[in-house]
């Protein structure tokens, strides 16, 4: 996962207490937190866009810049060194990947300020109108969140405490801005109100980040943006299917975005941005609000002094308002007798209220003994009530458990079916057989069309990586002549075997399907025959003292009247079940599979062989 550096003297300042290094590195650890330790970071400031990029005493100033991709080796300020804790991000918890959240976090785990925080949100002074057409299927990111953040005041921690905790958001929820994008905004060089929309990718023109300048002559089109712009050609990909682009406008028409690519170099964030306007953009509502909450209340936290406005947005459907951000909390209950179950220690009611309220819940005991708690909107991770039980263990240490035996101890062993995998592992490598391993995944092509089968009645994969990986196998006869096929060049004769499950269609069975162990082997010589794969059936057939019947069997891919079936009992035409199918592969196939030597091939269904 990303190592993101916290800068250690604005974590302390937003902590308010002064924590021992060693001791705040243990507080990190028991609250979650994977950390490497402390680190000085060297610093420069891109000339083109103001970003500060950080870099460790073993690496280099980047080539180009992260935020807008111009020229930074050329064209940078050194700033002074920053001394960092450096930690891998915890994607449950995005709400830490920042100073300020952090802080937060730490000053409840503390004991210094429990509870649930509040953010009031004033009503807003700002709209944003979304045009119908994102909505349309051949348009994209029709989710829209935005918030209005006053009284701010940066410096260079500060402006990059901003721009990570963007970055970082775009890895943990966005998935690399597919679900979510965020934009920030300086909201004294716009005027309102806004509006989302869609335009022409080659007729509509702006000037992005970095360009160089903010005159027409640097302005490029959408469709040249994603051609030739770094940030383009990094996220072409998400706009490619599409003929509209989404564009982010002010009343005035200048240009705010195009979300998720670039932002304007007209309304770039400078340390003299006294006001933000933030929105997220993404593919749902609830995506793009719980990013919002996230990215806003944590620059609440590490801004002190700001103040955050919400935003009124109409539309993208007639009629439809709300006003972002949010803050209502998720109203959940918690049984205390069931975290003491899942934790292994005593915890009463009022036990569980106190410790969720270290972790920045509201939580009280109600009338019926159960604990009603109220989740802040920035916690991303809490879905479920042993999300709630968590958080009651991290409060109480898990460091504080003692440790103890389990009270009963068991031996593991072997499946049955293992067993029988093992015994016919042994068996084919004496008779001087290789094992292979082949793939579950496969395609009708390979599998049937390759054994001259009609197509078989199979698990298909709903959305398949690839052509060729489409549907499970029922057979490892086809893994077997696959095999032969790609090792055409090598010597004469070739044995191989191969052990695996197959999945059969079955209604009766809970999902609809079934895994059993087969086991396949086959010989490609200039001389193979019905009489030595016969042999090699009857020796397994004695090993696993399966008695059986073998009749005639006609079908591919086998030759008629060299081919036979193992049968289980007195072998009545009738029977479904078969131990072994073995036989001469039809000259046709081998054809077909580019093969111009005998093949013979051998089945068997080991669960039936074993009786299991």
Same mark, same amino acid.
């Given at each position: 996962?990303?190592?993101?550096?916290?800068?250690?003297?604005?974590?302390?300042?937003?902590? *308010?207490?002064?924590?021992?290094?060693?001791?705040?590195?243990?507080?990190?650890?028991?609250?979650?937190?994977?950390?490497?330790?402390?680190?000085?970071?060297? +610093?420069?400031?891109?000339?083109?866009?103001?970003?500060?990029?950080?870099?460790?005493?073993?690496?280099?100033?980047?080539?180009?810049?992260?935020?807008?991709?111009?020229?930074?080796?050329?064209?940078?300020?050194? @700033?002074?060194?920053?001394?960092? &804790?450096?930690? #891998?991000?915890?994607?449950?918890?995005?709400?830490?990947?920042?100073?300020?959240?952090?802080?937060?976090?730490?000053?409840?785990?503390?004991?210094?300020?429990?509870?649930?925080?509040?953010?009031?949100?004033?009503?807003?002074?700002?709209?944003?109108? &979304?045009? /119908?057409?994102?909505?349309?299927?051949?348009?994209? +990111?029709?989710?829209?969140?935005?918030?209005?953040?006053? *009284?701010?005041?940066?410096?260079?921690?500060?402006?990059?405490?901003?721009?990570? $905790?963007?970055?970082?958001?775009?890895?943990?929820?966005?998935?690399?801005?597919?679900?979510? %994008?965020?934009?920030?905004?300086?909201?004294? +060089? $716009?005027?309102?109100?806004?509006?989302?929309?869609?335009?022409?990718?080659?007729?509509?023109?702006?000037?992005?980040?970095?360009?160089?300048?903010?005159?027409?002559?640097?302005?490029?089109?959408? +469709?040249?943006?994603?051609?030739?712009?770094?940030?383009?050609?990094?996220?072409?990909?998400?706009?490619?299917?599409?003929?509209?682009?989404?564009?982010?406008?002010?009343?005035?028409?200048?240009?705010?975005?195009?979300?998720?690519?670039?932002?304007?170099?007209?309304?770039?964030?400078?340390?003299?941005?006294?006001?933000?306007?933030?929105?997220?953009?993404?593919?749902?509502?609830?995506?793009?609000?719980?990013?919002?909450?996230?990215?806003?209340? %944590?620059?609440?936290?590490?801004?002190?002094?700001?103040?955050?406005?919400?935003?009124?947005?109409?539309?993208?459907?007639?009629?439809?308002?709300?006003?972002?951000?949010?803050?209502?909390?998720?109203?959940?209950? @918690?049984?205390?007798?069931?975290?003491?179950?899942?934790?292994?220690?005593?915890? %009463?009611?009022?036990?569980?209220?106190? @410790?969720?309220?270290?972790?920045?819940?509201?939580?009280?005991?109600?009338?019926?003994?159960?604990?009603?708690?109220?989740?802040?909107?920035?916690?991303?991770?809490?879905?479920?009530?042993?999300?709630?039980?968590?958080?009651?263990?991290?409060?109480?240490?898990?460091?504080?458990?003692?440790?103890?035996?389990?009270?009963?101890?068991?031996?593991?062993?072997?499946?049955?079916?293992?067993?029988?995998?093992?015994?016919?592992?042994?068996?084919?490598?004496?008779?001087?057989?290789?094992?292979?391993?082949?793939?579950?995944?496969?395609?009708?092509?390979?599998?049937?069309?390759? $054994? *001259?089968?009609?197509? %078989?009645?199979?698990?298909?994969?709903?959305?398949?990586?690839?052509? #060729?990986?489409?549907?499970?196998?029922?057979?490892?006869?086809?893994?077997?002549?696959?095999?032969?096929?790609?090792?055409?060049?090598?010597?004469?004769?070739?044995?191989?075997?191969?052990?695996? #499950?197959?999945?059969?269609?079955?209604?009766?069975?809970?999902?609809?399907?079934?895994?059993?162990?087969?086991?396949?082997?086959?010989?490609?010589?200039?001389?193979?025959?019905?009489?030595?794969?016969?042999?090699?059936?009857?020796?397994?057939?004695?090993?696993?003292?399966?008695?059986?019947?073998?009749?005639?069997? #006609?079908?591919?891919?086998?030759?008629?009247?060299?081919?036979?079936?193992?049968?289980?009992?007195?072998?009545?035409?009738?029977?479904?079940?078969?131990?072994?199918?073995? *036989?001469?592969?039809?000259?046709?196939? @081998?054809?077909? /599979?580019?093969?111009?030597?005998?093949?013979?091939?051998?089945?068997?269904?080991?669960?039936?062989?074993?009786?299991?």
């Amino acid at each position: 996962m990303p190592v993101v550096g916290i800068p250690v003297k604005r974590l302390r300042t937003l902590l *308010g207490i002064e924590l021992e290094p060693a001791d705040l590195l243990r507080q990190l650890g028991h609250l979650g937190c994977d950390v490497e330790g402390f680190t000085e970071l060297a +610093r420069v400031r891109c000339a083109a866009c103001g970003a500060v990029h950080e870099m460790t005493a073993q690496e280099e100033i980047p080539p180009a810049c992260e935020a807008c991709g111009g020229d930074l080796r050329s064209k940078h300020e050194e @700033l002074a060194p920053l001394e960092v &804790v450096r930690m #891998e991000l915890l994607a449950v918890r995005p709400d830490m990947f920042d100073p300020g959240g952090l802080a937060r976090a730490l000053r409840g785990y503390l004991d210094r300020e429990t509870g649930a925080p509040h953010y009031p949100v004033v009503p807003p002074a700002l709209r944003l109108t &979304v045009d /119908a057409r994102l909505g349309a299927r051949d348009s994209y +990111r029709p989710a829209i969140a935005c918030a209005v953040l006053t *009284g701010v005041r940066l410096d260079d921690d500060a402006l990059k405490v901003v721009m990570k $905790l963007q970055e970082n958001l775009h890895w943990a929820i966005g998935r690399d801005r597919k679900h979510a %994008s965020i934009g920030v905004y300086d909201l004294d +060089r $716009l005027t309102p109100d806004f509006s989302y929309t869609v335009e022409d990718p080659d007729a509509f023109r702006f000037v992005p980040l970095g360009a160089g300048g903010s005159g027409a002559e640097h302005a490029r089109s959408l +469709r040249e943006i994603l051609e030739h712009h770094p940030k383009g050609m990094g996220y072409a990909h998400l706009l490619a299917e599409h003929r509209a682009y989404p564009v982010l406008k002010d009343a005035a028409g200048q240009v705010l975005s195009m979300p998720p690519i670039i932002n304007s170099e007209e309304t770039k964030v400078t340390l003299a941005t006294e006001r933000f306007f933030i929105d997220v953009t993404g593919l749902a509502v609830a995506t793009v609000t719980r990013t919002l909450h996230i990215m806003t209340s %944590s620059l609440l936290e590490n801004l002190p002094g700001t103040t955050v406005e919400g935003v009124e947005i109409l539309g993208p459907g007639e009629g439809e308002r709300r006003i972002t951000p949010d803050f209502r909390m998720q109203e959940m209950t @918690l049984d205390a007798g069931r975290a003491s179950r899942l934790l292994g220690v005593p915890v %009463s009611a009022e036990r569980a209220a106190e @410790l969720l309220r270290r972790m920045r819940h509201d939580a009280a005991v109600d009338a019926r003994g159960t604990v009603a708690v109220r989740t802040p909107a920035y916690r991303n991770d809490i879905l479920h009530e042993v999300d709630l039980i968590e958080d009651v263990g991290i409060a109480y240490g898990y460091h504080n458990i003692p440790p103890s035996l389990v009270p009963t101890f068991t031996v593991g062993g072997a499946r049955p079916q293992a067993e029988a995998a093992a015994r016919a592992r042994t068996l084919l490598c004496g008779l001087g057989y290789l094992e292979i391993m082949t793939l579950a995944l496969t395609s009708p092509a390979l599998h049937d069309d390759l $054994l *001259g089968r009609p197509a %078989s009645p199979a698990v298909k994969i709903a959305n398949p990586a690839s052509s #060729e990986q489409t549907m499970l196998r029922t057979s490892l006869l086809a893994g077997q002549l696959e095999t032969f096929r790609r090792n055409l060049t090598h010597p004469l004769p070739q044995q191989i075997f191969e052990i695996g #499950e197959v999945t059969l269609l079955e209604p009766l069975a809970e999902t609809g399907a079934l895994d059993r162990y087969h086991l396949a082997c086959g010989l490609v010589s200039p001389r193979a025959g019905f009489e030595e794969i016969k042999a090699v059936a009857e020796v397994i057939l004695r090993e696993f003292g399966c008695p059986c019947e073998l009749v005639p069997l #006609e079908e591919a891919p086998f030759m008629p009247g060299r081919a036979a079936e193992a049968r289980p009992g007195d072998g009545d035409a009738g029977e479904e079940r078969w131990a072994l199918r073995f *036989g001469e592969v039809h000259p046709e196939i @081998l054809e077909r /599979a580019g093969l111009q030597n005998p093949v013979v091939l051998l089945e068997g269904d080991l669960e039936i062989l074993a009786g299991l």
